[in-house]
């Protein structure tokens, strides 16, 4: 009697398990699908003021390190991070962005400017050691724009760089209380195996004015640099020679697709709108493409990523479709990323960096373009 109960119980047992539908598979959270904090940038290491992508590396720099993927002494495969801390002397905190190149990095420090080829970054015989007073004896503070807003220094196609400053006598004596002076540094970047940085040449430009002028924007056109101030925009070519190229300003400068392009500020040039211009010659001229652009847009960075446009406003990231006759915005979807002020943006190999002021954060290039939701 026992033994048949227990037959009967294990074939129940059997039959309802038998009837039980199977639990369906819990589906594996993609990460790819949110912005990720990189590890590697924790603690003094997360204010993060700038980046830099080509084919060949990555960097990003902070404000005690710049870290490289592949390292300069790593095989080209490797794309795991070096930091070189003798590198990121930014005595300046927040005020200047590192400047970064395939070629090399400078920093803007409060006593010198400090260069150092990417090929070898922290030798002492390769890096470039430029005190202030020896660009010019006069020279008092930088006068570039504030790193929220744009580029410190630019460098042309040349390996020239151009630095924003104050001086506190002209050579005459004069005191140039309203005058905006520039530096040109037109630098060697030697090939292997030498690797160092040595400055050929300084040019000291001075551009006088009535009123106190001071440079809103900064960017490299080819051979070309374009200075825009309070008081018009600037075309500075390599042998030092500039001039008015706009009686307007640009707010915001930026290269997208290898063609200069500016937002306008208004002024009485433009019955007092905001324009998105255009200039096919390297800053020579100008042609206005947008007319009536929203206030918004002379707040933004904007940053080459791959083949898109995109602009950063606080935390937010945008993708930018620039037609000859639309313009048209989208929102990105930044879940992860939220409260972190964006400071720069990068894509290397498969995925994008975005550089903020507490930490760096990833994402896959396949999911980085997706719109925010509603």
């Given at each position: 009697?026992?033994?048949?109960?227990?037959?009967?119980l294990?074939?129940?047992?059997?039959?309802?398990?038998?009837?039980?539908q199977?639990?369906?598979?819990e589906?594996?959270p993609?990460l790819?699908?949110s912005?990720?904090?990189?590890?590697?940038f924790?603690?003094?290491w997360k204010?993060?003021?700038?980046?830099f992508?080509?084919?060949?590396r990555i960097?990003?720099?902070?404000?005690?390190?710049?870290?490289?993927?592949?390292?300069?002494?790593n095989p080209?495969?490797d794309?795991s991070?070096?930091?070189?801390?003798?590198v990121?002397?930014?005595?300046g905190g927040?005020?200047?962005r590192?400047?970064l190149?395939?070629a090399?990095m400078a920093?803007?420090?409060?006593r010198a400017?400090?260069?150092?080829?990417?090929?070898?970054p922290?030798?002492d015989y390769?890096?470039?050691?430029?005190?202030?007073?020896?660009?010019?004896?006069?020279?008092?503070?930088?006068?570039?724009?504030?790193?929220y807003?744009g580029?410190?220094?630019?460098?042309n196609?040349r390996?020239?760089?151009?630095?924003?400053y104050?001086?506190?006598r002209?050579?005459?004596?004069?005191?140039p209380?309203?005058?905006?002076s520039?530096?040109?540094?037109?630098?060697?970047?030697?090939a292997l195996?030498e690797?160092?940085?040595?400055?050929?040449?300084?040019?000291?430009?001075n551009?006088?004015n009535?009123?106190y002028?001071y440079?809103?924007?900064l960017?490299?056109?080819?051979?070309?640099?374009?200075?825009?101030?309070?008081?018009?925009?600037?075309l500075?070519t390599?042998d030092?020679?500039?001039?008015?190229?706009?009686?307007s300003?640009?707010?915001k400068?930026?290269?997208?697709?290898?063609?200069?392009?500016?937002v306008?500020s208004?002024s009485?040039?433009?019955?007092?709108?905001?324009?998105?211009a255009?200039s096919?010659?390297?800053?020579?001229t100008w042609?206005?493409?947008?007319?009536?652009l929203p206030?918004?847009?002379s707040r933004?960075?904007y940053?080459?990523?791959?083949?898109?446009?995109?602009?950063?406003?606080?935390?937010?990231?945008?993708?930018?479709r620039?037609?000859?006759?639309?313009l048209?915005?989208?929102?990105?979807?930044?879940?992860?990323?939220?409260?972190?002020?964006?400071?720069?943006?990068a894509?290397?190999?498969?995925?994008?960096?975005?550089s903020?002021l507490?930490?760096?954060?990833?994402?896959?290039?396949?999911t980085f373009?997706?719109?925010?939701?509603n």
């Amino acid at each position: 009697m026992f033994q048949q109960r227990y037959v009967y119980l294990l074939l129940g047992s059997l039959l309802l398990n038998a009837c039980k539908q199977p639990a369906p598979d819990e589906p594996t959270p993609d990460l790819g699908a949110s912005w990720q904090t990189h590890p590697n940038f924790l603690y003094s290491w997360k204010i993060q003021l700038n980046s830099f992508a080509d084919s060949n590396r990555i960097m990003l720099a902070g404000t005690t390190t710049i870290a490289m993927a592949p390292g300069a002494e790593n095989p080209i495969t490797d794309t795991s991070f070096v930091n070189y801390g003798g590198v990121a002397q930014n005595l300046g905190g927040l005020n200047v962005r590192p400047i970064l190149t395939s070629a090399f990095m400078a920093n803007l420090t409060q006593r010198a400017v400090i260069i150092s080829p990417t090929t070898d970054p922290v030798g002492d015989y390769t890096k470039c050691y430029i005190p202030l007073t020896s660009i010019d004896s006069g020279f008092t503070e930088y006068a570039s724009p504030n790193f929220y807003l744009g580029e410190s220094a630019v460098v042309n196609q040349r390996n020239q760089l151009l630095i924003p400053y104050r001086r506190s006598r002209l050579p005459d004596g004069s005191l140039p209380s309203s005058n905006l002076s520039l530096a040109i540094l037109s630098l060697n970047v030697s090939a292997l195996p030498e690797k160092a940085i040595r400055v050929n040449k300084i040019r000291l430009i001075n551009i006088p004015n009535s009123t106190y002028i001071y440079a809103v924007n900064l960017c490299s056109a080819g051979d070309n640099f374009i200075v825009s101030t309070n008081e018009g925009t600037y075309l500075v070519t390599p042998d030092g020679a500039y001039r008015q190229s706009s009686q307007s300003t640009m707010a915001k400068l930026f290269i997208y697709n290898g063609v200069l392009h500016g937002v306008v500020s208004p002024s009485s040039y433009n019955n007092f709108k905001y324009q998105l211009a255009t200039s096919t010659n390297q800053g020579n001229t100008w042609v206005v493409i947008g007319d009536e652009l929203p206030a918004t847009y002379s707040r933004l960075l904007y940053k080459q990523v791959g083949k898109d446009l995109i602009a950063i406003y606080g935390s937010q990231l945008f993708l930018l479709r620039l037609t000859p006759n639309n313009l048209t915005t989208t929102e990105l979807d930044r879940n992860g990323l939220e409260g972190n002020q964006i400071t720069s943006i990068a894509q290397f190999r498969n995925t994008v960096y975005v550089s903020t002021l507490s930490g760096i954060f990833t994402k896959p290039a396949r999911t980085f373009l997706t719109p925010k939701k509603n």
